[in-house]
């Protein structure tokens, strides 16, 4: 398997533009994560699902950010309108439906809006 | 709520140096707990785990003991490289349905020749 597959890997946008990061978790694994990392606040989850299902939406930071998943092969990220504070890494993970189990990281997707 | 403590770096060390990164944790329950390692410009792997009280994760030289008594997981390795140099995450899973995991903030490790 080739891993968990973000895109784009960098993405530059204007203020005000909408912005979507997707991700293809692992065959099999029934978890995906969303998370941002910046160097103010070091990793923060925003999301999971479980089986596509949204579980815990609680650290998504304001209405502008949307996750989809719409099957189990594909994950978006939406931020509509973007800001400059949005400015980060985001990365998605995704991890077996097991106790204690290891989550497998993509290599990001570096946003940064101007 | 559970977290994870870590030591604020970064961690500057000259090679085969003696590592110690250390990390502390609060959970209501029975955590499993992570290192995580991110090097530049890649996402996170996972370098080790313990997933019970006493048990000692182990990868590529690097340990890390759970320790329930001292709610601690520190990370140590003998003698550090030059390609060590990356940032740690120690990381606890709440478990039960869940499996979501909670990270520290990050040690970055710098390991001079």
């Known amino acids: 398997d080739a891993g968990v597959i973000q895109s784009p890997r960098h993405e530059v946008t204007e203020m005000g533009q909408e912005v979507t990061l997707r991700c293809k978790p692992i065959?099999?694994?029934?978890?995906l994560f969303w998370y941002r990392q910046t160097m103010m606040r070091g990793l923060e989850l925003l999301i999971y699902?479980?089986?596509?299902?949204?579980?815990?939406d609680s650290g998504m930071p304001e209405d502008r950010f949307s996750a989809k998943m719409p099957n189990a092969s594909f994950s978006t990220l939406k931020i509509q309108p973007s800001e400059p504070r949005d400015s980060a890494v985001y990365f998605c993970?995704?991890?077996?439906?097991?106790?204690?189990?290891?989550?497998?990281f993509g290599q990001g997707t570096r946003l940064t809006v101007v | 709520g559970n977290s994870v403590t870590q030591m604020e770096g970064p961690v500057t060390l000259s090679e085969e140096a003696f590592l110690t990164i250390n990390c502390t944790y609060t959970?209501?329950?029975?955590?499993?707990l992570f290192w995580y390692v991110q090097y530049p410009g890649e996402g996170l792997q996972l370098l080790l785990k313990?997933?019970?009280?006493?048990d000692k994760g182990s990868n590529k030289g690097f340990e890390a003991t759970y320790r329930k008594e001292t709610t601690s997981f520190h990370l140590e390795k003998g003698s550090v490289q030059v390609s060590d140099s990356a940032v740690y995450f120690c990381?606890?899973?709440?478990?039960?349905?869940?499996?979501?995991?909670?990270f520290g903030t990050g040690t970055r490790l710098q390991v001079f020749p």
């Open positions: 993970a995704s991890s077996f439906s097991r106790m204690n189990t290891e989550a497998f």
């Open positions: 065959s099999g694994h029934d978890y």
């Open positions: 699902f479980n089986n596509n299902v949204p579980i815990d």
């Open positions: 959970a209501t329950g029975y955590p499993s």
């Open positions: 313990a997933t019970k009280a006493d």
């Open positions: 990381a606890l899973s709440e478990g039960g349905d869940t499996d979501k995991l909670i």
